[in-house]
């Protein structure tokens, strides 16, 4: 016998945990796995930007759910169709195109959630009396928020545990410098000893410990060792084939329009002058470098590769990687001395160390595996609540009267939304308020991953998921606890100005962290932790004047055309984001987003608030 109603503990924890794990896997998650996987910064944001749209479209999106089935059938059947995409994600990860399949999976999964997020939010309104509606709203905000604490956190953890025990052991080498060391020559790699290994199959260099003498070389001598390592390395298969080299000409020939007209000389002229400026090297002193030679002790199976990542983890950012980032090892090159060749800055004239890693990781495994632990807990969402949700008596078909009348409601909604008091103003705050978070939000995870040679901090997929999946979290709780509590105290214009700032200030520790580059993961925390706490409490007035922007006869259907543009607003931002990066470097990136919040610190004193509002009780507003 079908239940009109069941204990709302039996569902509603379990449902917006649910509603959250596919949200965070689209937006957080994909962005750390393409990192991870290889792919470039601007491609990242470009692509998982494109995600927000069926959030944007969801206020169009929502009369077909209305009007076709009820709000049970939608949610059990994208709970269904979220773990169909997500077992498509893990499946076709290890493929050789992977990008474009695991796209057109996250696409799919987009879809079903913002599907799932109009029905299960419905649901809630249609399956518990006012009373429990009230009564309810701590405990489904909490378990959407374990749902965030899960996806960026414990998945994340989950999958840089896997990548760091699913590859070989790391080769940690130090390398030091000091003027007392004799300036060594150059040896061949097919002259190299390895020291022996019987044991299991593991990455050795050549030397153990690296030292260079400060004592200075001539450039001639680096630009020699440095090409002759990226041919040896090259024609042996330890990196991928270059592309082959084209003249202005050809590569301008080959490009799009707009490639040719709009980004290619827009790029020139952004790095030429915002780009991170390079010190000019003298031609008598280009400071010295060292060798480092790897290979492996067995060889791989069949048709194996084994991936070595290679980048400096802490230490003097004097001593730099100029060659020998990735290597490919197989059974035809692994006896083979693949070159990674070491620079000191030519300022640097005393003793001094930094710590290099070499890991080899199985990353295309350890993500494979994660999606496939969230495909299997969406087929038990799917069948518990198949079994478990009641059936309201309200959850109906709307009849062909209905519906008409509904879609000319519906029209009607949306003229009325945009005649509103200064509704461009509104408009205005919605879309800018936070443009700078916009672009730092799709930047900030791989820019902890990314290797300090190239600006990042060289974090590990695990440390990332414990700062933004824990402490992250929590800071960001806290912070709009706090602007929760002042602004029904003092009503939301007392402290509109204060959390303006408090979203878009803290912003600057990213330029900090990006100048420094700490190898402190009690730093990088703390840096963390006051931009989330900050962007905790400013995101209360965000979230609290598209309450009061949509105010009125048809506030439901107002609230979500607000949140329609809160994604535009993220997601057309965060599409160039990634490739403004990779033109001017991470340190000018973040400086270009604080410019980026002073938008939004433009439309506050022309939007319409009321002083008293925010003090009196603000009901629900389903979204999260």
């Given amino acids: 016998m079908k239940k009109e109603s069941r204990s709302p503990w039996l569902w509603v924890p379990s449902l ?13 998650v994909s962005v750390i796995m393409y990192k991870r996987m290889g792919i470039s910064n601007t491609d990242i944001a ?56 695991t796209l057109a999976f996250f696409w799919l999964l987009a879809f079903s959630s913002a599907t799932h997020d109009i029905a299960a939010d419905g649901f809630y309104m249609l399956g518990l009396s006012q009373h429990d509606q009230a009564w309810f709203v701590g405990v489904r905000s909490t378990f959407y928020r374990l749902a965030m604490i899960t996806g960026q956190g414990l998945l994340i953890i989950l999958a840089g545990y896997i990548e760091s025990h699913s590859g070989l052991p790391n080769l940690d080498i130090r390398v030091q410098t000091s003027p007392k060391i004799s300036l060594t020559r150059f040896v061949h790699p097919d002259s190299v000893h390895f020291p022996s290994y ?55 020939a080959e490009s799009s329009w707009w490639q040719n007209t709009v980004s290619g000389p827009l790029a020139d002229f952004l790095r030429g002058h915002f780009g991170i400026k390079k010190a000019v090297v003298q031609k008598n ?20 590769e084994i991936v070595v990542h290679f980048g400096r983890s802490k230490g003097d950012k004097s001593i730099s990687l100029l060659e020998g980032e990735r290597f490919i090892f197989n059974q035809k090159n692994w006896q ?44 038990i969402f799917f069948i518990y609540h198949k079994f478990i949700l009641p059936y309201p008596v309200s959850d109906r078909l ?8 509904f879609v000319k409601e519906f029209i009607n909604t949306f003229v009325l939304f945009f005649r509103k008091n200064r509704i461009g103003w509104i408009l205005a705050f919605l879309l800018l308020y936070r443009l700078g978070e916009s672009q730092l939000v799709k930047l900030a995870s791989p820019f902890m991953l990314d290797a300090q040679e190239v600006g990042g901090l060289a974090l590990t997929t695990g440390q990332v998921g414990y700062i933004y999946g824990t402490i992250g979290i929590l800071f960001l709780t806290l912070g709009g606890l706090l602007g929760g509590f002042l602004a ?24 900090y962290l990006s100048y420094v580059q700490p190898d402190s993961l009690l730093m ?50 965060g599409m160039f984001s990634g490739w403004l990066q990779e033109v001017i470097g991470y340190q000018h990136f973040f400086i270009w987003v604080m410019i980026s919040t002073i938008p939004g610190f433009l439309t506050l004193p022309f939007i319409p608030l009321d002083k008293d509002f925010g003090k009196k009780r603000v009901s629900d507003s389903g979204v999260h």
Avoid at 16 to 28: L, W
Avoid at 235 to 248: L, R, V
């Fill in 46 to 101: 470009l692509y998982t930007s494109w995600l927000y749209l069926p959030w944007v479209i969801k206020p169009f999106w929502s009369p077909i759910v209305d009007l076709f089935r009820t709000k049970r059938f939608w949610i059990i059947t994208m709970q269904l169709i979220v773990g169909a995409g997500l077992g498509g994600i893990a499946l076709t990860l290890p493929l050789p195109g992977f990008f474009k399949f």
């Fill in 524 to 573: 990088i925390n703390l840096a963390v932790a006051t931009e989330q706490f900050g962007y905790g409490f400013g995101f209360t007035a965000y979230m609290l004047y598209m309450i009061y922007a949509s105010e009125g006869k048809f506030k439901t259907s107002h609230f979500a055309i607000a949140t329609g543009f809160m994604a535009l607003g993220m997601m057309v931002p």
């Fill in 16 to 28: 917006y945990y649910a509603e959250g794990i596919p949200y965070i896997a689209v937006m957080a």
């Fill in 285 to 304: 002193n280009a400071g010295n470098f060292g060798i480092i030679y790897f290979h492996l002790n067995k060889k791989p199976a069949e048709n194996k």
């Fill in 336 to 379: 083979k001395a693949a070159i990674a060749v070491i620079k000191i800055d030519p300022k640097l004239k005393g003793a001094s160390t930094a710590e290099f890693r070499a890991s080899s990781g199985n990353i295309p495994l350890a993500w494979s595996i994660t999606f496939f632990f969230l495909a299997a807990m969406f087929i």
């Fill in 488 to 511: 029904a105290k003092y009503g939301l214009k007392t402290w509109l100005w204060w959390m303006a700032v408090a979203i878009n200030l803290p912003d600057a520790v990213y330029i």
């Fill in 198 to 252: 019987e044991g299991r199959m593991r990455i050795l260099s050549f030397p153990q410990k690296l030292e260079i003498s400060t004592a200075a070389r001539s450039k001639a001598g680096l630009d020699s060792v440095l090409q002759f390592a990226r041919k040896w390395n090259a024609a042996n298969g330890f990196i991928q084939p270059e592309y082959k080299t084209q003249s202005p000409a050809e590569r301008r």
């Fill in 398 to 405: 709307a009849g062909r009267d209905d519906s008409s009348h």
